[in-house]
T-cell receptor
Framework: KAGVTQTPRYLIKTRGQQVTLSCSPISGHRSVSWYQQTPGQGLQFLFE???????NKGNFPGRFSGRQFSNSRSEMNVSTLELGDSALYLC????????????FGSGTRLTVV | QKEVEQNSGPLSVPEGAIASLNCTYSDRGSQSFFWYRQYSGKSPELIMFIYSNGDKEDGRFTAQLNKASQYVSLLIRDSQPSDSATYLCAVNIPGNQFYFGTGTSLTVIP
């Protein structure tokens, strides 16, 4: 059974640019969540998508957005990048009610210069 | 008050000892509880989950849940240097909202 696939693994962007990250969940998982992880803040919840709808949202500015497609694949977009957006972005998928917990992807390491 | 609190450590134990990691949570509606292990530079990996009060054992790992005290713990018996990692506690509340603690850094000294 394939795991959660995130692309790309690494990105370097310039301040002010925008970026799109992609996540393919485990087959059969309809819930996809996104997290930002930085050394000082730990795992910060961005949002969760379920059946193409945003079901939960964290406390991030509107520059952070996402969407989910009918095949459950999800994308996350960050516009007008800031230096502080440099982080590991993790995608996780789970069963409909979180049964069995999350399975995380390998993450996308974003560096903003 | 944070939803999930963990002692950030670092926690150091000698090889072969028992490592005890603790976590408290604030939402009494929390239904399921998870322990993740994260090696430096890697993504979190699920190692245990528990839904009911009491103990759940899996190999060298034992998860303990006390809903009345809102307390979850993870015991690692016969600790090995390969267990050195950050351990994240997570809880799931209705609506599939997961809350993570900030993690406890564990070092097992050979």
């Amino acid at each position: 059974k394939a795991g959660v696939t995130q692309t790309p693994r690494y990105l370097i962007k310039t301040r002010g640019q925008q970026v799109t990250l992609s996540c393919s969940p485990i087959s059969g998982h309809r819930s996809v969540s996104w997290y930002q992880q930085t050394p000082g803040q730990g795992l910060q919840f961005l949002f969760e998508y379920f059946s193409e709808t945003q079901r939960n949202k964290g406390n991030f500015p509107g520059r952070f957005s996402g969407r989910q497609f009918s095949n459950s694949r999800s994308e996350m977009n960050v516009s007008t990048l800031e230096l502080g957006d440099s982080a590991l972005y993790l995608c996780a998928s789970s069963g409909d009610r979180g049964e069995g917990g999350y399975t995380f992807g390998s993450g996308t390491r974003l560096t903003v210069v | 008050q944070k939803e999930v609190e963990q002692n950030s450590g670092p926690l150091s134990v000698p090889e072969g000892a028992i490592a005890s990691l603790n976590c408290t949570y604030s939402d009494r509606g929390s239904q399921s509880f998870f322990w993740y292990r994260q090696y430096s530079g890697k993504s979190p990996e699920l190692i245990m989950f528990i839904y009911s009060n009491g103990d759940k054992e899996d190999g060298r790992f034992t998860a303990q849940l006390n809903k009345a005290s809102q307390y979850v713990s993870l015991l690692i018996r016969d600790s090995q240097p390969s267990d050195s990692a950050t351990y994240l506690c997570a809880v799931n509340i209705p609506g599939n909202q997961f809350y993570f603690g900030t993690g406890t850094s564990l070092t097992v000294i050979p």
